[in-house]
């Protein structure tokens, strides 16, 4: 591969050198996971995707995937050592960055147990998102059955694609795109003087390199998701509505002028899957095929839960509809030009003045028995101490369980905040099943 960057790709580049904008993909497996045998599926997986073999280089002041001179995926294994040992490892994973002129860009580590095994696949933005993240473990434990079974691994390469702005429907490249995207500029300053978005408070600062990103693991238990399911349906909204509406309501209690009595507006960023809209249609490949919209909510302290649930829907299906993820693409692009990684953030968090990122992968539809091996729970999280005041909420319904990973930067927001935060949206969603 040799290849400029996207925009999106691009702009996760110029944000990672400021902060560490690392996800990372959580498994857990029950049952004996042979070390040499996952050593050599690993090392098979860069064969069916392209992005795991390549670095970034820098040619002529723009960075360019490049495939040569590439190390194999690096793999750390450790005794696991609790129920709880994959936590503190993902935050150590969550704020180590890569080098990323080196490569590969992505690590993976195995804390080995004789029955529960954890998979922590770690992943630089720029080549890849949270379904990625979800593809890498399933290809890697296909490869680790096949090899148990002593047969060939089958390995289907994917071709190497584009970036993801080339994919994008004609309509969002001719003179109509421009149009929205001109169109959308407007949205945002109108929304920035007009609504005056509000962020949550700050509790401290320090420079990027020096914050710590941490992760807080919640879930609802099958009945519960269940519960939730139906209960949304009901009120004709979706489950993704519902959750940025806690998210919403909770963040909306911690602001000042709320607690005087006075509605806030809130904006909130929601993460939209491109793979279905592309041209070609992408597949469960490896890439960052995943964009923006941003909705801003003014919450009230008399605001119905089930209003906002349903705002939220009927915004976020709007914006979608009227084509904003593609023009949020075409707009980064613009944001990029002749900068710094230092002047990028500065122009990006003072043009999408969002305090809350719900991404929300839905419910996976993915195989949990591979050979003796079973994947027993699958879930991400994401750092992004670059834009430390984001306070992100990572979802996906795994076995009938839908799980929530809600991380935040310290001292930006501190611990006892982030877990007022989290207690508040969890108390919400329980009382809805």
């Known amino acids: 591969m040799n290849r400029n960057l996207g925009s999106s790709e691009y702009v996760a580049w110029l944000s990672d050198q400021v902060g560490s904008l690392n996800f990372v993909t959580i498994a857990h497996i029950s049952g004996d996971v042979d ?144 149009v929205k995207t001109g169109a959308l500029i407007s949205k945002q300053v109108a929304s920035i003087i007009v609504q005056h978005p509000q962020k949550l408070p700050k509790d401290g600062d320090l420079f990027a390199e020096d914050r710590q990103a941490h992760v807080i693991h919640r879930m609802l238990s099958p009945e519960e998701t269940a519960s939730l399911v139906t209960r949304c349906r009901e009120e004709s909204t979706t489950v993704h509505g519902a959750i940025c509406a806690a998210v919403l309501k909770a963040a909306a209690s911690q602001m000042d002028s709320h607690r005087d009595g006075k509605p806030v507006t809130i904006s909130c960023m929601s993460a939209v899957d491109l793979r279905q809209f592309l041209s070609p249609p992408i597949g469960e490949e490896i890439g960052f095929y995943v964009s923006m919209v941003i909705t801003a909510h003014r919450i009230g302290t008399d605001a119905h839960f089930w209003d906002v649930a349903r705002n939220v829907r009927k915004a976020v299906h709007q914006a979608i509809g009227s084509g904003e993820a593609f023009v949020f693409i075409s707009l980064l692009d613009k944001l990029i030009k002749g900068a ?94």
């Not at 027993?376 to 909420?393: P, Q, R």
């Open 35 to 178: 070390e040499q045998v996952f050593r050599t599926a690993l090392d098979v997986l860069p064969q069916l995707h392209p992005l795991l073999k390549t670095r970034i280089e820098v040619c002529e002041g723009r960075p360019v995937f490049v495939s040569d001179n590439v190390p194999p995926i690096p793999l750390q294994v450790e005794a696991r050592l609790s129920d709880d040992h994959w936590h503190a490892e993902t935050e150590k994973e969550m704020n180590y960055q890569f080098s990323w002129s080196e490569g590969p860009l992505v690590r993976v580590m195995l804390l080995k147990g004789t029955t529960v095994s954890d998979i922590l696949v770690t992943f630089h933005h720029a080549i890849g998102e949270a379904e990625s993240g979800m593809y890498f473990v399933r290809d890697l434990l296909n490869v680790v059955k096949q090899i148990n079974e002593g047969n060939a691994p089958d390995i289907q390469s994917f071709p190497e694609r584009p970036p993801v702005e080339d994919l994008l429907p004609k309509s969002a490249r001719d003179i109509q795109g421009l």
């Open 340 to 433: 710094t990684p230092d002047d990028f953030m500065k122009r990006a968090v003072k043009f999408y003045p969002a305090a809350l990122l719900v991404t929300n992968v839905g419910r996976l539809e993915i195989s949990q028995q591979y050979g003796p091996l079973v994947l027993e729970g699958l879930h991400f999280t994401l750092a992004n101490k670059a834009a430390s005041e984001h306070f992100n909420t990572a979802v996906v319904t795994c076995g009938n369980k839908l799980v929530i990973n809600f991380s935040y930067t310290e001292p930006t927001m501190s611990p006892e905040r982030a877990h007022t935060l989290v207690d508040n949206i969890m108390t919400t969603l329980k009382s809805l099943c």
